[in-house]
């Protein structure tokens, strides 16, 4: 077993601690800024923050981190590099036998380089395909037909199901149904519990640029009106859609209304 944190028995002990008690939820805030939290227990060295514009302790034990600072930051103050960062305080593990590893194969994956991202291609929160290669990929999608369409991506089907009962046995009460305009030609449909963090989270990572809310309800209203939306939609491959399809999804959305409401 090879341990990630070489330093001494009493770091290592500290740092175990750490990941007990920090989780993303409360490791990033004001998303749109994109800032990082280093816990004190973290940090071997002080940082001399003169010439930046950083808050960071010791100054006034204020350790939230720029994003563009965090591996400098990091290497100066903590001797951790991104990737141990990452595997401590994100995927809450300190030993580096427990990383991802190939859905198909087993073998370790890499690192992609950057935090949101993780150990995936695309966004550290995809654990569903997480494969070494292409050929690993194809290989498992090829073996597993009832989880993956014809296409190689998840049957959109079985994968608005899955995301509904997900969103039904979560611990929320309510929920908002909501579009989102993309920096690009699209926008995005979806529900989520609360629609501050959804925005913010969306902003950064799915590169939303306005949030509408058209519906809010119960959890059981607002899941089942997405399912339905996905349903009238002939279930689409992504959330994401052109412009030019608005009326189809108006008219998807309507539909679905009046199907809930009936
Ligand atoms: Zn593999």
């Not at 981190?65 to 593990?93: A, H, P, S, W």
């Amino acid at each position: 077993m090879n341990l990630i944190i070489k330093n001494s028995d009493k770091r290592f002990n500290q740092l175990s601690d750490i990941y007990r008690r920090y989780d993303f939820s409360n490791l990033v805030r004001e998303i749109p800024n994109n800032y990082y939290y280093i816990p004190p227990e973290l940090l071997l060295n002080e940082f001399n923050s003169r010439s930046l514009i950083v808050s960071f302790y010791p100054i006034n034990n204020d350790n939230w981190i720029y994003g563009r600072m965090l591996n400098r930051v990091l290497k100066i103050t903590c001797e951790l590099d991104t990737q141990l960062y990452f595997d401590i305080l994100f995927l809450n593990i300190n030993c580096s036998d427990k990383r991802p590893k190939c859905k198909n194969c087993g073998s370790p994956l890499n690192w992609s380089g950057f935090i949101k991202r993780g150990y995936s291609n695309h966004d550290y929160r995809d654990f569903e395909n997480l494969f070494c290669s292409a050929r690993c990929s194809t290989k498992y999608i090829h073996l597993h037909p009832e989880i993956y369409g014809l296409y190689g991506y998840v049957n959109p089907e079985i994968h608005a199901k899955t995301q509904l009962s997900k969103f039904l046995n979560s611990g929320t009460e309510s929920g908002y149904f909501y579009i989102a305009s993309t920096k690009f030609k699209e926008f995005k449909f979806g529900i989520c519990s609360d629609i501050d963090i959804r925005y913010r989270m969306g902003e950064v990572f799915l590169n939303y640029s306005k949030i509408k809310v058209l519906e809010i309800g119960s959890k059981d209203y607002i899941g089942n009106l997405e399912y339905l939306v996905k349903k009238n939609l002939g279930f689409p491959k992504t959330e994401f859609l052109d412009w030019k399809d608005n009326h189809k999804f108006r008219s998807s959305f309507i539909k679905s209304l009046i199907e809930l409401n009936q």
